[in-house]
């Protein structure tokens, strides 16, 4: 930590500091100001510096030193820590604060006393555990002095003056820090630990809401409830708890409460699926660490009386890695989807045919992973729709879980190759036309006695339909003409038109 902020002498020679990971420190950035701004072209103790431009940077070693966090950016730490430091020069943390800020330290009678801020809480060290003493409306409390009986405290916001008596006082309230759940929950039982003497009473009452600072819109707190355990049951379902306890001493014998726990469910909350997409044709997904040479990877049929060949690995090793293969004739479904319970989900497909529509039929059950590929040969060419049903998994053992579903939206199956409908010799050359029930063509090509393959043009500038016309200019002299066609689902065939040639 880069500020001690306070210290106190112990009787026996040991000192006792309070260190912060300070949020603001005094630093002077001249030469960080002078990197950032071009390097070489800055120069310190009052240089001139010029850069590519006419731009004149002056820096001065005298100047006021700007203000700067010395806390880097994501920390973590501790707020504050309390330290001791032996006679010998030995330093011992004896204490952390996450979020408190200590203002002030004072070794009085027996024991350390701690003040801190923003709450303005004043903390003793008993037993090398730092103990909540007092609770004061007053943000911090910033300086601790000896008084007559106990130490006396002065806290700012408001300014104040209290003296710590002596004597135990008979009652005392502690209230919780408002206690999130994430979700709207409902609450079970508080238990507690801690010493409860003879006639003495410790009383837990408890209210719940749905912001995180405690305001008009709570529910009102519960009537009291003492014993070891205390059901919860009368609180209302919300996302944010605060339990409150009341001590009472007896015979100048007072409890201490060292520990409390609330079990709490939350409201089981439907799954929500944020994205359901098919790949395009041929797109397989399979585990990052997959290697053909070394591993099987055969079709395999899902289900015995299932119609979809789907994809298994022989093994499956690093789940959370994936990569994209292609595998002609197959297709690929994909999603993302999350629970706001953090409930484990499981999934299932359907799918039906879009035109005539038919009802939704079983493709795959109990699915973990987030996407699935089959072979679309599978099905008859046409159109059709997938559904995706999410299930969530509660972690309170609930018998049925919720359901989220999604729609894909309408997905062509093709795996007819295109066909040639017509051959006219002109004066341009082969005039072809190609059709394709399905798909729009993506590629057509010639070769000429096994040359390499050439591809066509489209006759109006733009292979992009489902029928087009392509023009071939006609060697002088050839023996074997091969047109290859492929269309958009990758299905490909290839025509011998040697009969054409002169």
Known sequence: EPEVVALAEGPDGSCYAAALASEASLVDLAA?????????????????????????????????????????????????????????????????????????????????????????????????????????????????????????????????????????????????AALDAVQVARFGTLRWLGDLPAGAKVRFSARSGMSGEPDRTWSSWTPQADGREVSLGAVPVGRFLQWRAELESANGREPTLTDVTVSYVQENLAPRVERFTVREPGEIIVPANFNPGTQVFEPTSPTRGGIFTTLVPAERKDEGRRKTLWKKGYRTLTWDAEDPNDDDLVYSLRFRRESPPSEWLQMAEDLEDTHYSFDAAALADGTYRFLLQAVDRPDDGADEGLMAEEISEPVIIDNSVPELNGVERTDRGLEIELTDAWSPLRSVRVSVDAGDWRQLTAADGLLDGRREKLIIALPESADLLLVQAMDASFNLVTFDLSKELP
């Not at 010998?88 to 200590?102: P, Q, R, S």
């Not at 303005?120 to 007559?148: C, F, H, N, T």
């Open 32 to 176: 960080a100001r002078a990197k950032a701004s071009g390097g070489d072209a800055a120069k310190e103790d009052g240089a001139e510096a010029k850069g590519e431009g006419e731009a004149t940077v002056t820096i001065s070693s005298e100047s006021t030193p700007a203000f700067v966090g010395s806390r880097p950016a994501g920390f973590k730490g501790a707020h504050s820590s309390v330290l001791r430091i032996s006679p010998a020069g030995v330093v011992e943390k004896l204490w952390e604060f996450d979020a408190e800020t200590v203002y002030s330290l004072r070794w009085h009678g027996n024991r350390l006393w701690v003040g801190t801020g923003l709450d303005g809480k004043l903390y003793s060290l008993r037993d090398r555990k730092m103990v909540l003493e007092k609770d004061v409306d007053e943000r911090q409390i910033v300086a601790l002095a000896d008084g007559p009986t106990g130490p006396v405290f002065a806290t700012t916001n408001a300014s104040a003056v209290f003296s710590v008596s002596a004597e135990s006082e008979p009652r005392g309230v502690y209230t919780s």
